[in-house]
T-cell receptor, first 116, second 115 residues
Framework: ETGVTQTPRHLVMGMTNKKSLKCEQHLGHNAMYWYKQSAKKPLELMFVYNFKEQTENNSVPSRFSPECPNSSHLFLHLHTLQPEDSALYLC???????????????FGPGTRLTVL | QKEVEQNSGPLSVPEGAIASLNCTYSDRGSQSFFWYRQYSGKSPELIMFIYSNGDKEDGRFTAQLNKASQYVSLLIRDSQPSDSATYLCAVNIRAGGTSYGKLTFGQGTILTVHP
């Protein structure tokens, strides 16, 4: 595997289900991100993990719960979602050096989530 | 005012022409700027980044940055139908004293290159 991978690629779930999205990066990076992309809206940053520690939670509802067990893996746990949460969920990774803002991020293929 | 603003388009150019995509940003202290290409149904792909004022060229792509005007652009020379996609501008916006790891995206410009 190369780059950033995400599973599953497509997910349909009911509002009462619990599911998890998985992301793995094979680039040796130390930071990972979750983004949400809805139709007609800009990419929205949800969470940032830097050196496995969460450094950003962009006012995301608690029904989304991230987990980063190591610098290569990132999960997004989903429970009691709403239909408006249907979107493309993208994972990205980058190499952050100190507090440098020079930060090329590379995206995985995304998980297309539909909440019924 | 949006933090990162792009014309949503669509921008339509004939094959072989120059496509010009524009982006403005609100944070004067921003230091790094990125252009991503996103094909329909796919994830964003990084195509250019620029950190210093002026032009940066890579093949048919040229990124231009003017920090005084808070403006970054992407030129695509000899446009091809395969360049038809949504182009996303992303800026490293400072927030809470640190900006590392935080990109803010524009809404994207849809480019169509017609034969």
């Amino acid at each position: 595997e190369t780059g950033v991978t995400q599973t599953p690629r497509h997910l349909v779930m009911g509002m009462t289900n619990k599911k998890s999205l998985k992301c793995e990066q094979h680039l040796g990076h130390n930071a990972m991100y979750w983004y949400k992309q809805s139709a007609k809206k800009p990419l929205e940053l949800m969470f940032v993990y830097n050196f496995k520690e969460q450094t950003e939670n962009n006012s995301v509802p608690s029904r989304f719960s991230p987990e980063c067990p190591n610098s290569s893996h990132l999960f997004l746990h989903l429970h009691t979602l709403q239909p408006e949460d249907s979107a493309l969920y993208l994972c990205a990774s980058s190499q952050v050096v100190g507090t440098s803002s020079y930060n090329e991020q590379f995206f995985g293929p995304g998980t297309r989530l539909t909440v019924l | 005012q949006k933090e990162v603003e792009q014309n949503s388009g669509p921008l339509s150019v004939p094959e072989g022409a120059i496509a010009s995509l524009n982006c403005t940003y609100s944070d004067r202290g921003s230091q790094s700027f990125f252009w991503y290409r996103q094909y329909s149904g796919k994830s964003p792909e990084l195509i250019m980044f620029i950190y210093s004022n002026g032009d940066k060229e890579d093949g048919r792509f040229t990124a231009q940055l003017n920090k005084a005007s808070q403006y970054v652009s992407l030129l695509i020379r000899d446009s091809q139908p395969s360049d038809s996609a949504t182009y996303l501008c992303a800026v490293n916006i400072r927030a809470g004293g640190t900006s590392y790891g935080k990109l803010t995206f524009g809404q994207g410009t849809i480019l169509t290159v017609h034969p």
